[in-house]
């Protein structure tokens, strides 16, 4: 059974750093690319960050980049969302998801984790 | 980062049918289609549909996702009162190297 495991996400004042993680099991994290989407309260999905299979290859919205970093421990099984210089507006449920080729090879985020709270607010 | 374009609402009767729209660009939903999720109150994105109705295993096919030019649906049939939820369109821009949502929109069974 395919499972991710969030966990990190806690109240932070503005500019304080914070690591999100996310467990993953029943697959092999070296053979998908991963993601990070936030929620802001009552709002739609945004797209934060994706990690290429290979674990180098990283992609950044606007809004966060050079703020946040995602990486993984294939050890571990666990991928990671360094946040710092966090703002009010960063505020939202951080989910964890896996991408995953389709039968006729597109992609889609087809596992997500439960996502975990991070409150930026002084 | 621009975005894909849904209707915020959309309302049917129980047992009819509904199409969703997602309206992108030819560097997002114009090359390879978009994905469909659910998404209920209070839990987690569930894919309903690769790009290019491709739809996953477990998936109902009262789902089914189609594209025409630039725009995506989403058509689920028979709705049933557990459709009621919030539905995003996604896709990967080229241009932008990176992924998109839509604003959302929420279906409401009557």
């Known amino acids: 059974e395919v499972l991710l495991v969030q966990s990190g996400g806690e109240l932070v004042q503005p500019g304080g750093s914070l690591r999100l993680s996310c467990e993953a099991s029943?697959?092999?994290?070296?053979?998908?690319?991963m993601t990070w989407v936030r929620q802001a309260p009552g709002k739609g999905l945004e797209w934060v960050a994706n990690?290429?299979?290979?674990?180098?290859?990283?992609f950044y919205a606007d809004s966060v980049k050079g703020r946040f970093t995602i990486s993984r421990d294939t050890a571990k099984s666990s991928l990671y969302l360094q946040m710092n210089n966090l703002r009010v507006e960063d505020t939202a449920l951080y989910y964890c998801?896996?991408?995953?080729?389709?039968?006729?090879?597109?992609?889609?985020?087809?596992?997500w984790g439960q996502g975990t709270l991070v409150t930026v607010s002084s | 980062q621009a975005g894909l374009t849904q209707p915020p609402s959309v309302s049917k009767d129980l047992g009819r049918t509904a199409t969703l729209t997602c309206a992108g660009n030819?560097?997002?939903?114009?090359?390879?289609?978009a994905a469909w999720l659910q998404q209920h109150r209070g839990h987690p994105p569930k894919l309903l549909s690769f790009?290019?109705?491709d739809r996953p295993s477990g998936i109902s096919d009262r789902f089914s996702a189609s594209r025409s030019g630039n725009t995506a649906s989403l058509t689920i049939t028979g709705l049933q009162p557990e459709d009621e939820a919030d539905y995003y369109c996604?896709?990967?821009?080229?241009?932008?190297?990176?992924?998109?949502f839509g604003g959302g929109t929420r279906l409401t069974v009557l």
């Open positions: 990690l290429y299979k290979d674990g180098r290859g990283t």
């Open positions: 998801g896996r991408e995953s080729v389709g039968t006729i090879g597109t992609t889609a985020f087809d596992f």
């Open positions: 790009r290019n109705n």
């Open positions: 029943g697959f092999t994290l070296s053979n998908h690319d």
């Open positions: 030819r560097t997002n939903v114009g090359n390879e289609g």
């Open positions: 996604s896709a990967w821009d080229v241009a932008l190297t990176g992924w998109l």
